[in-house]
């Protein structure tokens, strides 16, 4: 720890030094930590750090300590500091934020809350620390504050160290956990303090000398401190204002008392400094001091390699009063007046050697993965070079703040740079993609096509042209939904031809495609503009795979495997969806692979593949341990909350899908299917005006895919008609059976019906309802043809006895159920008793018997023929010695049949 040193409270030594045991402010302390947030306000010099620093080194609690400066007012540089201060007493969890990002919105903090309710020990204490709070003025970071302040974790205390009053609403974070308020009167030395202090510094003083030092400083550590150093230093015969010139009361005097160390007197402080302090120390030490000042943080690694010599910072630590090493940050950390004092004296120092210094910061902090600190001291140790490359290993998208602090870099660099180092432009223009400025970049990159085509061939002009063929190419894919122009295709083939001779290989994670709502991103629900859609992206993957490294692979097989799924045809989106993951794997696609594992879900879920479904889920939950797939937090939380909404387990739902007003932040690139699960979760809640205010903010993130039209006006359908059926006083059955006509029109071009048959009982009984009263009640459904209704309710009632069935099997006691089934399958093995065993297609037909499912359903779900299907339950009666379906049932479960057929399914 630094600083406040001479007012610690544990009586140990460093070198020379010893220090006072403030046991009165102790016991302050030591009250105040029986509350959620404790609020240090004083000004400089008053021990504020070193007190709280002091008490919790002799508690067994654990302390995350951030110490503040105003660079954290940058959320993404805070976010270093905060998880790297975790990392300190737990690696896994800081591993795990830095993962996550900071979070800005309900829905990230939410997920924040998360990993520490996971990683906490729930009879340990904790403290975080926020040290010089008063630096923090952006509203992201305060707020993220904040709501730590109000988060439910008893076991954790808050400090907040400021010199004045916190920018925060603390009378908002809980009414029942009013903060504990510590003082400048608490922190202030008493006299008592004072004169023990000097006793134990062998400082002599008469009465009258100690008493007129404490009236001037009245209780200001700070003031005390440096009359004890000068008198210290004193000749016997120098008394207090004698001597040297120096009148140590009229320095410190002016500040005694106001919290702060004023400008009047900060110029006798230094010239105190430098006469007591640096004029004793080597000018080697001298120049490493002065070099210290231009770096925020000192880790102990990053010090030998400026110092260069083990022994300089053996004498730096000698100095004691002003430098020490602080366990909980793991560095060094220097007073702010002695701070302020170096940099003034940065004059000393040569441009070169202070560009050197942040170049060697630079590289440290690259080196511990805390980019945006590297990406600073690189622009002030002006490598241009390096903040490119560091840039390139950023994911394509990053979020918006850091965006905009990279993108105001970009313009301090100057000009004539972008033209010595082209690839500038290119990372400039994955910075403004990312601000969503797309004129701005297709403007910049046609003039970059246009000068570059006129240079002489070169691997970094070939990087260059590789890049802005590969930006414009993506721009046209993701603007092709509402503009169904697809002749960007000829842009990836450019982009492939430049990739060989520019030597460059696109790096995880920017290699990642990212995936949006639909792999099928087509507006129209024109017949055969899906086919359109999917020649495409057919056509620029390998281009893609070969120009950035495997981007997009997999891809296009995915768009087939999902107008297979939506079109009910289970057996060819499995066989696609197996394939678009083995595809992505290959090319760690880790995007790809997800959706394709959440088709496979739901594919297995509407086939009562429950064995497949629980292998599925165990793939989707190892996908959490790709470094490197960036938004997998995210989309894990969407596919699990659908698959939860769906079976009625809502309390398996992220927290952040449940918030009515969350916003999506730049990088979900899923707005669409968090809206889409949030409804469904406020259906499954039976909050059905709340699902309808959802479905209403539907949207993508540019444009609306017909498939994401066709899913919500669907479940909009279902949510009217439960409004009419409840009696709520909204009787829109009109407007049920006009959803549902709407979603009939957008689907029946391109034979969408699995949107319908996914909605279960609801869909069932919605269908039922337009076919016996259709012309009577609702004018609205007289388009939908008959047979299609006919239809829809027969797939829809097949699914709902599967959904019970996995209901039962994957709700609230899932893990518990996969426990019993494979006891069960170790305890029941009766079948060899029966005469002659059924065979593996006779099992699945008795399955879905004891599932409720009819003939005509059964052969639907196997894709058999009606007699095939016939002929296996006959075949089934006849071997158990059944007259009936519920005989087969009851016979097949006293046999042990069934168990052991569910404990084959993982149940």
């Not at 009165?24 to 105040?32: C, F, M, T």
């Not at 790297?84 to 829905?107: Q, Y």
């Not at 910049?444 to 240079?455: Q, Y």
């Amino acid at each position: 720890m630094s600083n406040q040193f001479i007012y610690s409270n544990v009586p140990i030594s460093s070198g020379n030094q010893i220090y006072l045991e403030r046991k009165r402010v102790d016991q302050i302390l030591e009250k105040a930590l029986n509350s959620r947030t404790i609020i240090v306000t004083a000004g400089a010099g008053y021990g504020k750090t070193h007190a709280v620093y002091s008490f919790l080194k002799k508690n067994s609690c654990f302390t995350v300590w951030m110490q503040l400066s105003e660079r954290d007012n940058i959320p993404s540089l805070f976010w270093e500091n905060f998880t790297g201060a975790v990392g300190m007493i737990s690696r896994e969890t800081a591993v795990r934020l830095a993962e996550t990002g900071f979070p800005e919105t309900e829905r990230q903090f939410g997920r924040y809350l998360s990993i520490p309710r996971d990683m906490i020990i729930q009879s340990a204490q904790y403290v975080f620390v926020y040290d010089d709070f008063h630096l923090i003025q952006n509203q992201k970071v305060l707020r993220f504050i904040e709501h730590s302040l109000g988060a439910p974790f008893s076991n954790i205390t808050s400090i907040l160290i400021s010199r004045n009053e916190p920018a925060i609403n603390t009378a908002a974070i809980d009414a029942r956990h009013i903060p504990a308020r510590i003082t400048e009167g608490d922190l202030k030395f008493t006299r008592e303090e004072m004169s023990e202090y000097f006793h134990i510094q062998n400082i002599r003083t008469s009465p009258q000398t100690a008493a007129a030092v404490y009236r001037d400083c009245e209780g200001w550590a700070f003031a005390i401190h440096l009359s004890g150093l000068f008198l210290k230093n004193a000749p016997p015969e120098r008394g207090i204002g004698t001597g040297a010139g120096i009148n140590v009361n009229a320095a410190i005097a002016a500040g005694a008392g106001h919290g702060y160390a004023p400008r009047a007197m900060r110029s006798n402080i230094f010239r105190l400094m430098e006469t007591e302090i640096m004029g004793t120390l080597s000018p080697a030490l001298r120049k490493f001091l002065i070099k210290l000042s231009l770096i925020d943080h000192l880790p102990r690694d990053l010090l030998r390699e400026i110092a260069g010599d083990e022994s300089l910072i053996d004498e730096m630590e000698r100095i004691g009063s002003f430098i020490n090493f602080d366990t909980y940050l793991d560095s060094y950390r220097i007073h702010h007046l002695f701070l302020e004092y170096l940099e003034q004296q940065q004059g000393e120092l040569g441009a070169e050697e202070k560009r050197e210094i942040c170049e060697k910061a630079a590289r440290w902090c690259a080196g511990n993965n805390q980019k945006m600190d590297a990406i600073s001291y690189y622009e002030r140790a002006e490598k241009f070079e390096e903040i490119i490359a560091l840039i390139y290993t950023l994911p394509l998208l990053v979020p918006n703040h850091m965006a905009q602090f990279i993108l105001e870099l970009l313009d301090r660099i100057p000009r004539e740079t972008y033209k010595e180092n082209p690839a500038i432009i290119i990372v400039r223009a994955r910075i403004l993609v990312s601000l969503g400025l797309f004129e701005q970049v297709e403007r910049e990159l046609k003039e970059t096509l246009a000068w570059m085509e006129t240079m002489q061939p070169a691997p970094m002009v070939h990087q260059v042209l590789l890049g802005s063929y590969i930006c414009l190419g993506f721009m046209g894919l993701f603007n092709s939904i509402t503009t169904a122009d697809y002749g960007f295709v000829n842009l990836f083939e450019k982009a492939a031809a430049h990739a060989p001779p520019s030597g460059y290989v696109t790096p995880l994670p920017v290699s990642v495609a990212t995936i949006n709502s639909y792999i099928c991103r087509v507006g129209s629900c024109e017949k055969g503009e899906m086919e359109k859609y999917i020649n495409a992206l057919t056509a620029i993957s390998p281009h893609a795979a070969a120009a950035m490294g495997g981007c997009m692979k997999g891809m296009d097989t995915l768009a087939k495997a999902e107008l297979a799924f939506f079109r009910g045809n289970n057996p060819e989106t499995e066989k696609l969806a197996c394939k678009a993951l083995e595809e992505a794997r290959e090319g760690k696609q880790y995007e790809t692979e997800n959706r394709a594992l959440f088709y496979l879900l739901r594919i297995h879920l509407s086939s009562a593949h429950y064995k497949e479904m629980r292998d599925v889920l165990k793939e989707m939950e190892a996908q959490l341990e790709q470094y490197y797939y960036i938004n997998r937090f995210i989309h894990h939380d969407v596919n699990r909350g659908w698959f939860c909404a769906q079976i009625g387990n809502t309390a398996g739902i992220a927290p952040w899908l449940k918030n009515d007003f969350e916003e999506s932040d730049l990088n979900s690139m899923a707005r669409g299917r968090e809206i889409l699960v949030r409804a469904k979760y406020q259906f499954a809640e039976k909050r059905y005006p709340a699902a309808l205010a959802s479905l209403e903010n539907w949207t993508d993130d540019v444009g609306e895919p017909v498939l994401g039209k066709v899913e919500t006006k669907a479940l909009e359908a279902v949510c009217r008609y439960q409004l009419r059926r409840e009696g709520s006083g909204l009787r829109d059955g009109e407007g049920a059976f006009a959803a549902l006509e709407q979603a009939y029109r957008l689907a029946e071009p391109n034979g969408f019906s699995m949107p319908f048959t996914e909605l279960g009982k609801d869909m069932r009984t919605l269908a039922e309802a337009a076919l016996k009263d259709k012309p009577a009640l609702h004018s609205k459904a007289a388009g939908i043809p008959q047979a299609w209704l006919e239809e829809v309710r027969r797939n829809a009632a097949a699914y709902a006895k599967k959904l019970y069935t996995a209901a039962e099997l994957f709700g609230k006691n899932a893990a518990e159920g996969y426990d019993k089934g494979e006891t069960e399958k170790t305890r029941v093995n009766k079948t060899s008793a029966l005469p002659t065993p059924l065979s593996r297609r006779e099992k699945e037909v008795l399955l879905y018997l004891s599932q409720g499912l009819t003939r005509e359903e059964i052969a639907a779900a196997l894709n058999l023929s009606i007699n095939t299907v016939k002929s296996n339950v006959r075949s089934i009666y006849i071997k158990l010695g059944a007259v009936n379906r519920a005989d087969a049932i009851r016979i097949a479960a006293a046999c042990g049949i069934l168990q052991e057929m569910y404990a084959d399914q993982g149940i």
